[in-house]
Structures are given as structure tokens and as C-alpha cells.
């Protein structure tokens, strides 16, 4: 009996608001504990709650993004609940009139597009941080109240790989809408995941579990490869699934049991009596819509055909917005796609990994990046001095002809420069002359090497490699 992964998974996201979702309090993160706190986040009695506009904004153009139906009656309920990090003893979130539902997003799996409807987009508030220590514990109340997205897809996810396909299609559209820094480590981008398994091919959905406490995307894709293995062992063996939900345990790769899981049943929602139900005026969506930015998808499929590119060479450029605009702006100076690509693919991205930075945080302007790549190709530049003037440019914030000022880079042509050069490395390596004499190819390369090192990376290789050869095959006649 073959067995399938049934997944859905719901993420929350923290709307890059300045003011909390239901008062004026600073979201700020890593304040001091419990400076941002007010009467209505604590939940002290005569407080009211008065909606954030801007998390509403922020709202309606993640749901419009998703292709999602806005609600046209919006309304806000109470899920009760006891939670220490959360006072008033219930979360304001949205039960049966949420702000959006029925969207979908397309994502690439195994080459082709598949389509992950998103059963609901809706508001929440997050609830404050517990702290742990040895014999006591603390409660930091910043959290409570900061706004939140919940992202909840329809179980068509069938693979802990395509898991990870769609938040990282998910991230890169929410980051271009710009509502979110989307930052996981600051806890502003958490996933559960809802799982299960089925006999291949048939409807009937097995009993699922849910993951928690996974901080990456890496983490969900491992949790629940996980928890398929283990939920398939059970059923191998004649087991039970228990519907619970899990705690992912990163240091021991495996998942521990948290508590039963709950039905809506056991929240006792109600609508929040202090938060009328409201619509949001055409008007409004008209504007929001109007302000929705060139989206990945479309911009894919925009500077795929613009520059002639493949679609990895575009989906790799979109995956960060940064990027891409810096590539558009660099091919308004110089028209070589290909080699404006290669170079951001390559020296670029391994300065940015080294770094660990965004590319705009590298401060390198687009004209000196083409600059840099003009030098190369004018043979003014070896590619392996470019690399490390490019690394210099970063460092210290300048351009390329200031660098190669500076460090005296220039590379060296000159046929005289180079034949004495030459001369020397073959009187001093006479055992690699031999062999690449007697037809060992490899034995020129050495010695090509030893010229680059001479000239202190500066010569020019190509031709290094040229006067070698003819050089060597010069010296063989005349012997």
C-alpha cells in the first residue's frame, strides 16, 4: 500500500507596522522588556481596542497579492483560551468573517506550476514571550498586540520539498509587497504545518498532526520529512496516528508530543463586542490595488524575456528584489546581460555570502560594477585581480579606478614586460619545461601560474599563456 503526504500549512506574519494592531504602543523589537506595553495590551478592564488602519492597508494588499476574495463584511471574535503571555485570557482574531479567503499562489514543482489555493488570509494579534530560566519563569508583554497575517493553504501540498518551494515563493512576494521585514530570527515569519498521510490516489484524508517550533525553512522541510517517516512506520505496523500537536526538536532531529490537538469547538469563539463588523469601501481596495507592485511572477516572466535569459537564470534575479533592480539598473549602462549575470551570480554573490548581507548593503553603485566589468573585458583587468578589486570596492567604498590607483592593479600587456617575465620562469622551472616539451599539456599552465605570481596577479594571462607557448616551441627549434 503506497502512502502519500497530505500537508497544509498556516503561517503567521508580523505586519511591519510602527503602532500595535489595537493601540498607540511602539512595535520595536529587542526594547527592553515590558516598555511597550498599555492598558489595552494587558487587557485591564475599561480598555478599548481601536483598529490599526495601516495593518489593515498592509492586510488587504497581502490578500489582493494572493488572489484572494475580500470579505464584504469584516468582523473580529474572541478565541479563549488560557495562555500566561497573553493576560486577557483571549487572542482578537477572526473566526467566521475574515478579512480575505479563497486565493492561491503558484508555485515550481518538479519543473511545472503547481497551484496551492490559500483558504484564508486573516488579522490577529500575537501574544507576549515566556522566558525560562532554571527554577522561575518571565513574561515579556512587548509581543501583545503586534499585529499579525495568518496564511493558512488548503492541504495540496504533497511533499516536504514542495513545503519549501511554497514559503519560499510565499517570502519573496510577501517581501516585495514590502508589509513585512520577514525576518525569522526576530520571529516575524513563523510556520505549523498540518500533515497526514493517505492511501495514494484516494480522497479520504488520514488523522494529521501539527508541527511547531521550526524556525527556518530548512526546519519545516526536515520536520516533516520527519514526521512522514514516522506517521508511515505506524501505519506499517498497524498503529494509530494520534491527531496532536508536535514540538520539533532541531539538536535531536525528531518531534515530541505538546498537547491534544484543539478543534475550533474548544475555543469558544464570539464575536469581540468592542470591535464593530465593518466593510472595507471600494474605494479603499481600488487605491490598495493600484499601489501593488510589479509582482515576482510577472517580473519573471518580464526580464526572462527582456534579456533573454532562462527561467532559472530570471527566478534566481526575483528571488530578491534587490537584486533584480540592481541588475535592470546595470543593464541601462551597458548592454551584456550575460555578463553582468555571470558576474552577480559569481564574485558578487560570493562577496554577499561572505557577508552575510543584502546586496544593498554592500553600497556598491551600479556604475562601478559595470566599470569594474568593462576593465575585464578591455583586458585592462585579469579576472582574478577584478575579483579582489571588487573586493577591495566594497571595503572600502570606492570605485574601481581608485582602488586600482591605490594598489597599483593595472594589468600588465606589454609584450617586453612579459617575455622578461617569461624568461625567468622558464630558466628557473626547467623540470616543467621538459614535460610540457615531451606533450604534457598541464606542465604550461604551471608555468603560467609562476609568471601571474612573478607579476603579483597583474599580468595579463592570456597572453602570458600565448608568449610561453611560442616561447617554449621557439627554444625546442633551436635546440
Known sequence: MELEPVIGL?????????????????????????????PVCLGLPGSLPVINRKAIEYAVKVALALDCTIGDQVKFDRKNYYYPDLPKNYQISQYDMPLSYEGHILINSENKDKRIRIRRVHIEEDAGKLIHEKEYSLIDYNRTGIPLLEIVTEPDISSPDEAYKYLVTLKTLLKYLAVSDCDMEKGSLRCDANI???????????????????????????????????????????????????????????TIPMRSKEEASDYRYFPEPDLVPFAI?????????????????????????????????????VTEQDMV?????????????????????GPLLYEINQRNKTISELFIK????????????????????????????????????????????????????LIKLAQEVILENKESVENFLSGKVKALMFLVGQVMRKSKGKANPKK??????????EDKKDA
Open 10 to 38: 498556516e503561517v503567521h506574519l508580523q505586519l511591519a507596522t510602527e503602532t500595535k494592531l489595537f493601540c498607540s504602543c511602539q512595535v520595536k523589537f529587542a526594547a527592553e522588556a515590558n516598555s511597550k506595553v498599555c
Open 196 to 254: 497526514s498521510l493517505r492511501v495514494k490516489g484516494e480522497e479520504v484524508l488520514g488523522t494529521k498532526t501539527e508541527l511547531k517550533n521550526m524556525n527556518s525553512f530548512k526546519a519545516v522541510k526536515a520536520a516533516l520529512e520527519v514526521e512522514v517517516k514516522r506517521q508511515g512506520r505506524l501505519l506499517d505496523e498497524g498503529k494509530s496516528v494520534i491527531q496532536e500537536t508536535l514540538l520539533w526538536d532541531e539538536e535531536k532531529r525528531t
Open 281 to 317: 469601501e471600494k474605494k479603499s481596495l481600488k487605491e490598495i490595488r493600484s499601489s501593488l507592485p510589479e509582482l515576482p511572477r510577472e517580473k519573471t516572466k518580464r526580464i526572462r524575456q527582456a534579456y533573454k535569459l532562462s527561467e532559472e537564470e530570471a527566478q534566481f534575479l
Open 325 to 345: 533592480e540592481f541588475f535592470e539598473d546595470c543593464n541601462k549602462l551597458f548592454k551584456d546581460s550575460k555578463s553582468i549575470l555571470n558576474w552577480i551570480r
Open 366 to 417: 551600479p556604475e562601478d560594477f559595470i566599470k569594474l566589468i568593462k576593465l575585464l573585458k578591455t583586458d585592462a583587468l585579469s579576472n582574478l585581480t577584478a575579483k579582489s578589486v571588487l573586493t577591495l570596492m566594497i571595503d572600502r567604498k570606492k570605485g574601481p579606478d581608485e582602488v586600482i590607483n591605490e594598489e597599483d592593479l593595472v594589468q600588465v600587456s606589454d609584450e617586453a614586460s
Open 464 to 473: 602570458v599563456k600565448e608568449l610561453l607557448e611560442r616561447k617554449l616551441k
